[in-house]
């Protein structure tokens, strides 16, 4: 059994499913929050570790937070990076059944 360095938990947030997010799975994409501070290769890397499959390119963005009011007081929604991960011709990901 191969070992996964804990560190990769920490790159991986959660996977995004969306209606957005369930029509780019038809082209070999899949969406995940990640932390704010990972880069591409980092990505990329645990991705291919924890779900054992090939990337061929990762896309970021930071989506910026809403701001809301309420009773008079502002606030606002902290900003979330994602990260759009292109897989290999043959390789999937099914993130509705976990890891």
């Known amino acids: ?15 995004v499913i969306t209606e957005k997010a369930t029509l780019a799975s038809e082209h070999n994409k899949v969406l995940f929050k990640v932390a704010a501070k990972a880069t591409k ?10 779900f ?6 990762v ?11 309420f009773r008079g007081n502002f606030g606002s929604q ?5 990260a759009i991960v292109t897989l290999e ?4 990901i099914d993130v509705t059944t976990g890891l």
């Open 1 to 15: 059994m191969k070992t996964i360095d804990p560190r990769h938990y920490d790159i991986i947030v959660s996977p």
């Open 41 to 50: 290769p980092q990505i990329k890397e645990a991705v291919e570790k924890l």
């Open 52 to 57: 054992d499959v090939k990337v061929k390119s």
């Open 59 to 69: 896309n970021t963005l930071v989506r910026k937070g809403k701001t809301k009011v």
């Open 78 to 82: 902290s900003d979330t990076k994602r």
């Open 89 to 92: 011709e043959g390789h999937r």
